[in-house]
Nanobody, 126 residues
Framework: VQLQASGGGLVQAGGSLRLSCAAS????????LAWFRQAPGKERECVSV????????YYGDSVKGRFTISRDNAKKAVYLQMNSLKVEDTAVYYC????????????????????WGQGTLVTVSS
């Protein structure tokens, strides 16, 4: 599967952005999907994960209550709605896909993901 992330940009603190990640290829519904981010000088961080069906989700502590992940299997897309953005949310955001069976627990390690999008830059100004 190939992934293409979009939707990044410059926004003021307190604002919102919606990231999108479009996939091409087959069997999109067999992939767990995630958003990771990496800020300059920092390690890559798992922001959010969503299961194959969309029924289970994970959020990192730093974004819990502000970000919402969703997916549309018919459109082969995953989204990240980001609200109440903070300066510390500034990073390059990547979408990633992991081919899993239904019972696989949500994975937050980047090494578990086989497919990655190219990244989209989110800059939050004060």
């Amino acid at each position: 599967v190939q992934l293409q992330a979009s939707g990044g940009g410059l926004v003021q603190a307190g604002g919102s952005l919606r990231l999108s990640c479009a996939a091409s290829g087959h069997s999109f519904s067999r992939y767990a999907l995630a958003w990771f981010r990496q800020a300059p000088g920092k390690e890559r961080e798992c922001v959010s994960v969503i299961s194959r069906s969309g029924g289970n989700t994970y959020y990192g502590d730093s974004v819990k209550g502000r970000f919402t992940i969703s997916r549309d299997n018919a459109k082969k897309a995953v989204y990240l709605q980001m609200n109440s953005l903070k300066v510390e949310d500034t990073a390059v955001y990547y979408c990633a896909a992991d081919h899993v069976i239904l019972t696989t627990p949500l994975e937050i390690r980047g090494s578990a993901y086989d497919y990655w999008g190219q990244g989209t830059l989110v800059t939050v100004s004060s």
